[in-house]
């Protein structure tokens, strides 16, 4: 964050081609069947665009430790957050049903009469 | 953000304002960057209670999000994924300007970033007018057309009803970011951001990038759900 030292303008270029790369990768990975592994797959290099974007464009890999430590914590309160909803909805059925009913079958959600 | 003296040496100066409320230059800089993360940290649970609410339904109703997703043109996605990573290399390429005191550089890099956010949303808003066609719209009352899979009309109305509210509020975030990007750009013409006064281009940027920021979570999982399948 020093304005003093700038990071040269190859850095920037270079984490551009390498987001490009990542897009390309994106659409690429997205038409080879990979089965249950797609998902995962697509998160895991939309996280990795997301930190070169986050630690050069935004200069988190220069940035003082306040800055960090914020950013870091609201990662960590969206987990919380996946936490209690995943808890909850992955539970539900084994907690409200009787046994031996499905255990994760998905009802059909009625649509509202339309004209 | 820089002090308003309102007074005509506010634009040759060549050292940067300090607001009377700070100490000195680096402590009005570390708080105020500081206060644009804590700001984003709030938009990140934000758009976090979206995301949720999207992985909630696509676990329950995987197929149906499947072929609702088949619906949307990657063509266009993948295109406008290109023009907002390119809008964030401007953004970072006129912050670097802001830093290096190249006021004009600065007034050029951010109406580069203003005409690429401007082609995202054209873009977007030109797929909106092709759903709206197809009776893919469920906001409104609009007739909604597509039933999907085996009757599960219902998930699929989920999904485009979650694709509107998640691309629509990042839309808004654009349509916000560009209107304070128009803001910077007469004083940069000026030469406000000679002389090191680069903090408020500095905040700019790390809004826009966040921005960003949440369209690379949003291309894959709503224009690529299981398109190998």
């Known amino acids: 964050m020093s304005t003093t030292a700038q990071p040269g303008l190859s850095v920037y270029i270079k984490v551009y081609l390498l987001l490009m790369l990542g897009l390309a990768a994106t659409v690429g990975v997205a038409f080879i069947p990979l ?56 539970t539900r059925a084994e907690i409200s049903l009787p046994s031996g009913a499905p255990t994760f079958d998905p009802p059909e959600i009625p649509l509202p009469p339309r004209h | 953000m820089s002090a308003h003296t309102a007074s005509p040496t506010e634009f040759v100066r060549t050292a940067p304002v300090v607001a009377h409320h700070f100490d000195d230059w680096e402590q009005q800089y570390e708080s105020c960057v500081l206060g644009i993360w804590a700001f984003l940290v709030s938009e990140v649970m934000f758009f976090g209670g979206v995301f949720a609410t999207y992985a909630v339904y696509r676990g329950l109703y995987p197929v149906a999000f499947a072929h609702a997703s088949q619906h949307l043109d990657v063509y ?27 006021s004009r550089q600065v007034g050029l890099m951010i109406a580069l970033t203003i005409a690429l956010g401007a082609a995202f949303l054209g873009v977007k808003f030109y797929e909106y007018f092709h759903k709206y066609e197809q009776g893919l719209m469920p906001l409104l009352g609009l007739p909604f057309n597509y039933v999907g899979p085996a009757g599960q009309g219902g998930a699929t109305q989920l999904f485009y009803g979650l694709y509107f509210a998640m691309t629509g509020i990042h839309a808004l975030h654009m349509i916000i970011g560009i209107a304070i990007m ?48």
């Open chain 2, 76 to 102: 266009l996605g993948t295109f406008n994924t290109f023009v907002l990573l390119t809008s964030s290399l401007t953004m970072a390429l006129a912050v670097r300007a802001a830093h290096l005191g190249r």
């Open chain 1, 35 to 90: 089965g249950r592994l797609n998902l995962p797959v697509a998160l895991a290099i939309a996280f990795a665009k997301a930190t070169l974007v986050v630690l050069f464009f935004m200069h988190m890999s220069d940035s003082h430790g306040a800055n960090r430590l914020v950013f870091v914590v609201s990662l960590l309160f969206l987990l919380v957050l996946l936490a209690g909803v995943f808890g909850d909805l992955l």
């Open chain 2, 182 to 229: 128009g803001l910077f750009i007469p004083g940069a013409l000026r030469g406000k951001y000679a002389g090191g006064n680069s903090l408020s281009v500095e905040v700019m940027g790390l809004y826009w990038h966040f921005v960003d920021l949440v369209w690379i979570f949003l291309f894959p999982l709503l224009y690529l759900v299981d398109r190998s399948l």
